[in-house]
């Protein structure tokens, strides 16, 4: 018994591969790549025998189910377009000459990018170099990987080191970031400058693929509530459905201790920049959280950390800088509770307030910065009532500095 299909992989074609054969063993069958008719030939008598056996599936259905389980990863307009980029959220693939691996330049670039995240409990690397792939085996299935680091050192056609990346260059959803340098000793001494700007890149398309998740999909519950108290829009995760009023003020979880996530807005009288500064944010959010966050037990309530907390200036294209921090909080009162935070302040000129998206999330004992950066994404989401749709490549726009 044959059957033969055009599959996709995760939303690749397989027959992109270079592979002119490939078999595999499925269920005690053989699965064949055919280059001259890029088709899967299944040969599994064994399968097919097992199915006759079974009264309520066929040849057929199994037909449907393995083009329905290839096919589910991406939509028919995606795979219609591109290649889906593949990987794991924050996962880099470092490409460059074999023999440059082993040079303390490229250890030292790999602890680069690899340095802690910032605003966490636990240490958990920014960035995760897991694959090093030489430049002569880079091609097919390579190009797929969602972010590759690609250095070329050549003194012969470089006079400096320079960064320049593409989006979308082999797959959708991908980031290419291309670092020319005419030396190993140049590559040090640029990394050393500008490690934070090259690392940003890498990070800020993170943001981007989190954002994507929350496009179309999201909780219209608190898209609602939101625009109605503060006329503003917001796209946070589906599964967000409890919620509380205050003054000024709306608390949104998914009350799920194993894994929370919640949202809170709120609004103070702008007087002057120093209103978006570190100091006036954490004296307004410990207020806010005292007076509308009580915790499990009489005189507990969540506070900022004063310690350890990163700030910065975020400036979307069209739009007024924001004032974002990033830190830890915690239960006052003894209550054993704490996490990572992350807050933007906007000034609204036309009625003189600061609004502020404040985003934290309880993961205890886990890993928690793929679910730090999925709310942090969810904050370049923030529009004004007109603007109905969010678009996520705003994201990959965004500028940061430290200093207003």
Known sequence: MIIAYTVFDGCIPIHRYRSTALSLILLGGNLTISSSSKMFIFEHNYLYNRLNKMNNISVKALGLSVMSLFMGACNSSSVAKMIQASGRPGEVMLVMDGPLFETQQTYSLIDILSKPASGLPQEESQLK???????????????????????????????????KYTYNEWADGQLVVTLSTPSLASLASYMKQNQESVSNLFVRHELYRFGCNVEE???KLVEEKVDSMFHYRINVPHDIRSSKVGKNFLWFSNAQMGGRHDLLVYTFPYKNKKDLFVDRLIEVRDSVLKANIPGEFDGTYPSTVKTGWVYRKVTLPDEAYRGELRGLWQMEGGAMMGGPFVLQALH??????????????????EDKLNLVRAMEATLYSVRPSDIKKFDPKLILSTTYSKSF
Request: glycine fraction near 4%.
């Open 348 to 365: 609204n000129e036309k009625d003189g307030l600061v609004y502020v998206f404040d985003t934290f999330v309880y993961k205890p004992n």
């Open 217 to 219: 999909t999201y909780s």
């Open 129 to 163: 170099i897991t694959s090093r792939v030489p430049k002569t085996s880079f091609d097919g299935m390579m190009q797929r990987a969602r972010n590759i680091l690609m250095v070329d050192v050549d003194s012969t056609r470089f006079s400096k080191s320079s960064v």
